[in-house]
């Protein structure tokens, strides 16, 4: 962990601007994680907010700090509304988080992931077969044509770090892949967190929530992207690992609550990353 | 307390009835409050149908006893459905309650909530700011032209209560305002709520769920609206205050027991309103 | 329980293959009951999609093992999915179940459900009173014109047996009741399940999450499609069961635990099953 001074910020300190700050997120998310996401984002303190039409994109993205845009049970209805909201979020220069859900999965969600690519993602999240499928999609690789079953991954961080590498650098944003071990980069530092249990694997939204935090620590941060970034991977992960869970149902009932109490010095702590 | 011989029914009363009606009620809900919504109906004993295609509605209405109407997560889609629910509560002469969701944020959601009141709603149940919003939009106000953030409150529920009387003279509705302390009024009488905890504010879809709760017990007592709305709140927030919980994470699930658990004497004795 | 032997199948062999094959799921599922749905998937140790687009239906539908298609919540826009996700099942030979929410409780409603039967679901699940509408409405029945109360049963499932039989043998499949006694027929022979909790009514979504549940089992054993489906009744009813919850919102906690913890040996001594 010799590198860890190329880091900023600690994770206690974005947490701790993040409760200071609370921001307002515009959270464009499938139903199935809606819920989850909004507990999520209040446990944690900041304000997440489900508009979605284009109809008011423009209006509420000026007071919004960020924008979180989910590709999941994507429809042509929802394709309208997700593009506006990644237009004005580039157009009124708020950060914003991709997350790619199902990308590879099927032409239309690899194709609509592609074009979200235009709208400059201030970060990627994913899993593994998530961004080794997009990035492969936006350079026209024909090496592989299927990735990933659905929302879960059947590649590991590491397969994909090139790729989240490459990703990074074309899109100048932070890549960040989801996994046993997470691996988040800049193009050119690559930071691993170690936090997190296997068991969040089993409950539903995680990841999407995740992808929502991450809006939520870079609009408290907005300088330090990468730090940000890898804060909130970090403290979903404490959150996480600190109930010695057995079983999903309490781990999603304990991870709302840890969210909720945790401390800035108890966060930094129990934070494994490595650069 | 003096004036509370004014009420006609307590909230234990009120309890009593709802439980012996099952009454059913026909929710146009945002999806991300849509889980915990149905799931207090059920604990408490109503009987919540989430029908919202305009093809079915003015069916289904004839059945329902009252139909509860939120403004979340508003597209034009959900525009066609929400004002044919409104149309045939309406025509049907079926009490409905309208939560006017960020209502002062966009002009998109402000404009959607100042037509429903030609549907007129039974009860019209926000938090403060956006009862000021849509009282102050009703009457073309140009004092203010930004209200709350997203589905957060900036404002109290005293800087909002000469706007509720003000709107339910006009409306000849009761009003609610969710806060701290809770106000309700219908133009003569205002009650003030002392139940609840601070943490249901950090709980996603409370508010959406407490105005599905106020459809439930009006249904119940369709002759005393003002005091089932009252009843509606207590019984939330004796729910939650009796949990006596540090985090949000396990106030979801025991408010949820308690309201199930609930007996109307223990209600009326932890009951703390103000005429 | 004497004619047992006619299962080739106990509940714990298909649990256990299910674990061993994680079948993918397509789930076409209502706004409010995705959460519970895809939890209850996730403990079991199946792999959910909420992938509903019929842009991409086609494609994911080829990598899914089962689809479980739910008529709750039914818009314009949604029966264009439902259709295109029936119509890919059918094609491709996925086996796929049918919920028919709040059959005859609007004509919109019932003819929509009486249309997917085009489609030759494996298995329709309902409670009695949707399973006696859409029965009655396959066969034009003038007997009654209105059943249950939107998604909550008014019949029983011994009521609702002769018409559960009936559909069965017309369409070829397996037709399942939810009630106090669940039964569960293929036209031939008649399981009944006992395990099970009358609080399991108390939750919103526990019917549909049955359903979806039905589709993992009979996607890990698809040439007993009977075995399977009684399988899933006993899985989530042992789970809910083992319990002694008080109140709904514990079991909602508990029973997402006593399906992901559930061992075979321990499933096939609690299971409760007469034919």
Request: aromatic share 4%; charged share 20%.
């Amino acid at each position: 962990m010799s590198d860890l001074h190329l880091l900023q910020r600690s994770p206690g300190q974005i947490l701790q601007h993040l409760r200071e700050k609370v921001p307002l997120i515009q959270c464009l998310q499938t139903p199935v994680s809606m819920d989850i996401t909004a507990n999520v984002l209040l446990a944690v303190g900041s304000s997440p907010a489900m508009v979605c039409a284009a109809e008011e994109t423009a209006e509420f993205m000026k007071k919004a700090d960020a924008a979180a845009v989910n590709m999941g049970s994507l429809t042509p209805a929802r394709v309208v509304e997700v593009e506006a909201a990644m237009k004005f979020a580039r157009d009124l220069r708020k950060p914003w988080v991709l997350d790619p859900v199902a990308c590879g999965s099927t032409t239309f969600r690899t194709n609509n992931c592609v074009r979200a690519l235009d709208y400059k993602p201030t970060v990627i999240r994913g899993n593994a077969s998530e961004i080794l499928a997009l990035s492969m999609a936006c350079t026209k690789s024909e090496e592989r044509k299927s990735f990933g079953r659905g929302a879960d991954a059947t590649d590991t961080t590491d397969e994909a770090l090139p790729a989240a590498i490459a990703l990074a650098r074309r899109q100048e944003c932070v890549v960040a892949i989801s996994g046993s071990v997470d691996r988040i980069t800049d193009g050119k530092i690559v930071v691993e967190v170690h936090n997190g249990d296997a068991l969040m694997t089993k409950i539903t939204g995680v990841g999407c929530s995740l992808s929502a935090l991450v809006a939520s620590c870079v609009a408290s941060e907005p300088s330090c992207v990468l730090e940000a970034t890898c804060a909130a991977f970090v403290l979903l992960g404490v959150s996480a690992e600190v109930c010695h869970a057995r079983n999903p149902g309490v781990l999603r009932v304990k991870m709302i609550e840890n969210l909720y109490e945790m401390e800035a010095p108890y966060l930094d702590r129990n934070s494994k990353m490595k650069v």
